[in-house]
């Protein structure tokens, strides 16, 4: 057994409502690959925040190195060899690589020497970096690098990672994890947090478990099979999406020939799409981030206005309607962003709720809200898909980004709309959450919608669409049928191999 690096003893942490963290307990080993694992809302967050000096303690205590730790503030944790890559980046697209890298620096150096020192980490590491391009030009694997170099520049003793892989491709995850398994053989510890169960198992020397705030067991990962860790995770057993069968409808939606320009500079242009979904099909859309994903999601939804017909539901042009407008007709749509575009910070689940369900649930009439009624609305989306939470008055930012998720979708789900798009439906969400999001996209196209899911989890899209499409640099590849679908077709086609060359691979 490596000797203790980190040891955390009786956390507690209580918020108006809900108590986050009670009494955990457990060590971190030196040079070890330590997975906490959980289920949306059981306290993974606000652990690892304690951790790092964002949030302090209401009881217990830590201990780093055989001496007594409480940083104040993040600076101090990283003072005392404590880094941490978040699941949401915090960079700036406007500045370059070297420029980003030393916003978070205390003393940055000079720029030349930042730019040599980047240069040669990230070689070492096997995570190659020119210091000198812009962020706003870099993949979402690019950008994660730059993330994590940042926090190698400080030679930390224990790096954190909170979903590290949910941007990334099939080979950029190997990248990182050989990184990891390099870092750890030099004696840095890692504590991990995935629902990804897989990949603990590939990487993780031993897990701890948290249930509603509790530590209630540990195992190690390489000796448990993923379907148990979450069945830990839940404290029940696990339930597998039912696909059954179903017959396709007539076209529901289609897209003839839509090119749109990118909505900023570092956006993506969409580039002569072209796609039909039928009543009752799932089809899935694969690619890797900033690939058109959010571009496509803001066209069906109305955000963004096209040629009147270039979208076509059942037949009629929608292309020049607002979102408003087509909500009406049953179109749809839950997007990636969770905070600031799915839903509004600051406002109550509640009036979340209302901001997306006035027109089809009914909750306001002649301008009047039916503030009742929009309360009901919002609790049967929290109850349909056990979003955890005190209740409706809370305010959306209070929720677990995975909770949030869950609410996000039961509210558009809830709607019984002709015609649902979403990105990344299950982004962030665990194991049981993700079950349970599928099988309500599965249970929704069983009743006749047309279901778009934009996914970068090729895993969930093999598993619940009908057909397949690869969007790369703004262009959709044609359709093909998930059954016999093999991951070398697939990675063909997320490479841009368009068209007819794809039907001959």
Known sequence: MSDVLLSLKGLTKAYPGVVANDHVSFDIGVGEVHALLGENGAG??????????????????????????MPAEPRAARADGIAMVFQHFSLFDALNVAENIALGMENPPPMRDLAQRIKSVSENYGLPLDPFRAVGDLSAGERQRVEIIRCLLQDPKLLIMDEPTSVLTPQEVEILFQTLRKL?????????????????????????????????????????????????????????????????????????????????AFGTALKDVTLTVHKGEILGIGGVAGNGQDELLSVLSGEVLCAPGEVLLHGDAIGQMNPTKRRKLGVLAAPEERLG?????????????????????GLETRGMINWSRAKGFAEA???????????????????????????????EVL??????????????????????????????????????CISQDLDELMEISDNFAALNEGRLSNPRSTQGLTVDEIGLMMGGAHGMEVAHV
Request: glycine share 10%; hydrophobic share 45%.
């Open 44 to 69: 993974k967050s606000t652990l690892v925040k304690m951790i790092y000096g964002l949030v302090k303690p209401d009881s217990g205590e830590m201990v780093l190195n055989d001496a007594p730790y």
């Open 184 to 264: 750890k053989s030099e004696g840095t510890s890692i504590l991990y947090i995935s629902h990804k169960l897989e990949e603990i198992r590939s990487l993780c020397d031993f897990a701890t478990i948290l249930r509603l705030g509790q530590n209630v067991g540990a195992c190690v990962p390489r000796d448990t099979s993923a379907r148990d860790m979450a069945e830990m995770m839940v404290g029940a057993a696990l339930k597998t999406p039912e696909r059954g069968g179903r017959d396709l409808g007539p076209v529901a939606l289609s897209i003839r020939g839509l090119s749109v320009p990118a909505p900023s």
């Open 341 to 361: 575009h799915a839903a509004a910070p600051d406002m109550s689940l509640t009036e979340n709720a209302l901001l997306t369900g006035s027109v089809r649930q």
């Open 381 to 411: 989306v929290i109850a349909g898909f056990d979003v955890r939470t005190p209740g409706p008055g809370n305010a959306a930012r209070s929720l677990s980004g995975g909770n949030l998720q869950k609410f996000v979708i039961g509210r």
């Open 415 to 452: 709607q019984d709309p002709d015609v649902l798009v979403v990105n990344q439906p299950t982004w962030g969400v665990d194991a049981a959450a993700a079950a349970a999001i599928r099988q309500a996209l599965l249970d929704l196209a069983a009743k006749g919608a047309a279901v778009i």
